[in-house]
């Protein structure tokens, strides 16, 4: 895609001059991280990795991935509430993959014992890449979604003064019109303060449940701060904290430090290594309580890959839309092909097939945070050794999004100054609250794009791959 920056990425006298500037106006900015060598220390921050430059985005694919957010939002809380389709799908994948089977124990465990709370606050991000087709034409097509701890809405709300200023002081600045406002920081503390309002207790806290390290300290606080603005008290809170000091009233309200918590805003929790045996007591004593879950163990299990998967399937999303059926047709055109790796015939073909053109696939676990999924001959080892075993169903198989290329320049703490080829995956934030059988908010809430060179597969911001960015719309 040709980007109408192509005179300033040539000139590497520019480049070099407008690189302090982009750093300066990044730390101005607020665009933060904690560094690797002292996660929990303000004192010493550097910027957060991020392009010098907006990356070129076609305004009608945008558009299409604003528009279908809110298809998106509604479907996942559907499938949250069908416990009968969260079986079937995760029957085979909760048997060897100890993860979600825990998950899904704490699932059954709160359906059995009764829901407490018909307040359902889901902060969700649908990640999309552009693939680039043969006949020339650009589709959106999703990645995944992500139902729980879906970042980078605080530092993505201050980027597009960046880049408007770096383009102003490249001579630049008509470019600058083509950059959309965004303020996901706002809008996902709009649902969070919807939420708390309606639990219905000025007293009671929303609590951030975090890691023990954050370099991604910044990105909460953002969050974090709107919700002071509207007078809502924030805590934060670890997994170990609430098993020591966390309890649960006659009426399951929760309680930790004195504190009624009236909403649980997991920034933690989505990966293996994230739990001990204590954090998963503690993951239970909240999904039992009153509080109302960002998100609910339901929702968690909505995102996972195999849910993804099963939705390909013909007449899945017809299921949750029996009424809207045009919902389900713009839902299904953002899917790329997705397999079964199930035992059985369907299951043999697809390992098969990947075996036979690896170069076509991505081999995908059930895992959320970056740097999870399989590719090449990696995956042809990982599908060899399982694929006469049921070990192979704690995976899925999908069709590898082949987005153009652009130029642009990487700047990242310690990198030199280089000119790198990259790939762009853009993010839309969805928002929305459900109060009993009545969503009383349902939104896109902004949106995520971020980059990374083409000499990495796999990868987000957090794991040290890609970096931020603001689509360039054209």
Known sequence: MASPL?????????LKNLELVAKDAALLQGILMRTKEEPNASEVVSYAPFTMFPSPVPRPLFEQAKQVQRDFNLLV???SQDTEFLEQALTSTIKVDDFTGQLFKIYRNVL???????????????DYMLDYGKDGSTSLKQVEINTIAASFGGLASRTPAVHRHILKVAGKSDEGVRIPDNNPAEGLADGIAKAWELYGS?????????????????????????????NIHAIRRTFDEVCERGSLDQDRRLFIDSLEVAVVYYRNGYMPQNYTEQSWEARLLMERSRAVKCPDIGTHLAGTKKVQQELARPGVLERFF????????????????????????????????????PDRFVL??????????????????????????????????????????????????????????????????????????DMVLNECAGHLLRTKSTQHDDGGVAAGVAVLDNPLLC
């Not at 007293?203 to 974090?224: G, K, T």
């Open 364 to 437: 995908k676990p059930q895992r959320e945070g970056g740097g999870n999924n399989i590719y090449g001959e990696d995956m042809c080892k990982v599908l060899h050794n399982v694929k006469e075993s049921s070990e192979r169903t704690a995976y899925i198989l999908m069709d590898k999004i082949r987005p153009q290329p652009v130029k642009n320049v990487l700047l990242r703490k310690g990198s030199p100054l280089t000119l790198s080829t990259c790939l762009c995956e853009l993010g839309m934030y969805g928002v929305y609250v459900r109060l009993g059988k």
């Open 322 to 357: 029996p009424d809207d059926q045009e919902a389900a047709v713009r839902i299904r055109a953002t899917f790329t092909g997705l397999y079964t790796l199930d035992m059985g015939e369907e299951g043999d073909r697809t390992v098969a097939m990947a075996i036979a053109d």
């Open 77 to 79: 809380d559907r499938i």
């Open 202 to 230: 000025m007293s009671a806290v929303v609590m951030f449940l975090v890691e023990d390290f954050q370099m991604n300290i910044f990105d909460h606080r953002s969050v974090e701060n709107e919700l002071w603005s509207r």
């Open 112 to 126: 059995q014992e009764g829901l407490s709370q018909p307040i359902v606050l889901g902060l969700n991000r649908s």
């Open 6 to 14: 192509e005179d300033v990425l040539a000139n590497e006298t520019l």
